[in-house]
């Protein structure tokens, strides 16, 4: 049963929550009424994916233009790529997503005791599951703090599944946020800020996420965050440690082939949204670890001269024997790095919590108030 307090609380959330949605709502029965048709809702959605495969098409010929081919990351990401990835972070091999889970099982306590508000509010970017971030949340709940937890992330159909299991399994209020990281942190913050309540804010980057943005990005990345923290915010973010070679190779080399699959799954992509004519067999996954750069480096090299015609852009592209197309970076950090990265973002690394053998890094900064007077 919900005390008074809570309940009053409660209702607040309830109340600026729908009306974000309502404004939502809103839109479409203007649009709805404008054009008089019923099918509005499912137009704009065929929009929306055509601007997107608009968007793929132009990266697509651009990266697969020329010598140094590359395309960039995110396609990685799209409903397949995405279950690989899960299946990616069970492998044995893949070590970041189990250190990082016990880090926090270990240091959980600690970190919670650090927010010694009552009531928080917790944003997550680039949520997915929020599996390992079920291990923060029991953890203010055993302590008695308020949560509202808000998952943002591009994929609506796992925020949705996340926040009905969560508000079951923990009873906290989730409020959704289904968008890109910089939208979604500033929707979480007005929601925030016109509710008035859990104004205190614990903002979340797992998973090492952070290490698939180059250096510069990253930085610019933090900046953003930078800019929607108030004093007594903290922000989590999950770094990836410099470390053996080898088993840093490995890691991107599972003995399962899961890499391999989630890797060639972007040309299965481009075959089937672009209609590109890839024959996948003709294509291998190579992944290393870059010493010079601190970074592995996933690529996709053609087994034989070749040349490929992708029918949306009505082009052909030719592929050498052994040439590449460069898939996505991960950087991995030391110490020094992330103290820098932070220190060029306007943040203080306040506290950083590691597993044992020093593989992963739980780093937390707080803002930086002599930055902000610059
Ligand atoms: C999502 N990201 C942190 C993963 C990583 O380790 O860079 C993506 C990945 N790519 C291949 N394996 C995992």
């Keep these: 049963m919900l005390d008074l307090g809570a309940r009053r609380i409660e209702g607040r959330i309830n109340r600026v929550a729908t009306e974000t949605v309502q404004t939502n709502a809103r839109v479409v029965r203007n649009v709805k009424r404008r054009e008089g048709h019923g099918l509005v809702v499912q137009n704009r959605k065929q929009e929306v994916t ?3 495969a608009r968007h793929f098409a132009f990266d697509v010929s651009v990266g697969l233009r020329g010598k140094r ?7 990685l990401y799209d409903s397949a790529g995405s279950k690989l990835f899960e299946q990616i972070c069970l492998q044995p091999e893949y070590y970041p997503t189990r250190t990082e889970a016990s880090i926090l099982a270990k240091f959980s306590p600690m970190i919670a005791q650090l927010l010694n508000n009552r009531a928080i509010s917790v944003i997550e970017l680039g949520s997915g599951k929020s599996t390992k ?4 949340l029991e953890q203010f709940k055993a302590m008695a703090k308020e949560v509202v937890y808000f998952p943002i992330d591009i994929s ?13 399994e923990l009873g906290i209020n989730v409020i959704a946020i289904p968008a890109e990281y910089s939208k979604g942190i500033k929707k979480a913050n007005k929601i925030i800020s016109k509710s008035r309540i859990f104004p205190r804010k614990l903002i ?3 998973g090492s996420s952070i290490g698939n943005f180059e250096p510069r990005e990253a930085a610019a990345f933090l900046r953003m965050i930078r800019e929607t923290m108030k ?6 973010i999950g770094f990836d440690l410099h470390k053996d070679r080898r088993m840093l190779d490995a890691a991107y080399n599972d003995k399962n082939g899961i890499t391999a699959r989630f890797n060639l799954n972007l040309l299965e992509r481009i075959n089937m949204e672009l209609q590109g004519q890839f024959d996948i067999d003709k294509f291998a996954h190579i992944a290393f670890y870059n010493e010079k750069l601190r970074r592995i480096e996933m690529h996709l090299v053609s087994k034989e001269d070749q040349n490929i015609y992708i029918a949306y852009l009505d082009k052909f592209f030719h592929f050498e024997r052994g040439e590449t197309i460069h898939t996505e ?6 110490m020094h790095q992330i103290k820098d990265i932070a220190k060029g973002s306007g943040l203080i690394l306040k506290d950083r919590f590691m ?3 020093k593989w992963f890094c739980l780093a937390l900064f707080i803002q930086d108030d002599c930055y902000q007077k610059r």
């Design 50 to 52: 055509r601007e997107l």
């Design 69 to 75: 081919k590359s395309l960039p990351f995110r396609y």
């Design 133 to 136: 971030t079920k291990i923060l």
């Design 156 to 168: 609506d159909a796992i925020l949705h599944e996340t926040a009905v299991s969560l508000t079951t």
């Design 204 to 206: 979340l980057f797992l």
């Design 231 to 236: 004093e007594g915010d903290v922000l989590l």
């Design 329 to 334: 970076n991960s950087y991995k950090y030391d």
């Design 355 to 357: 597993d044992e053998k």
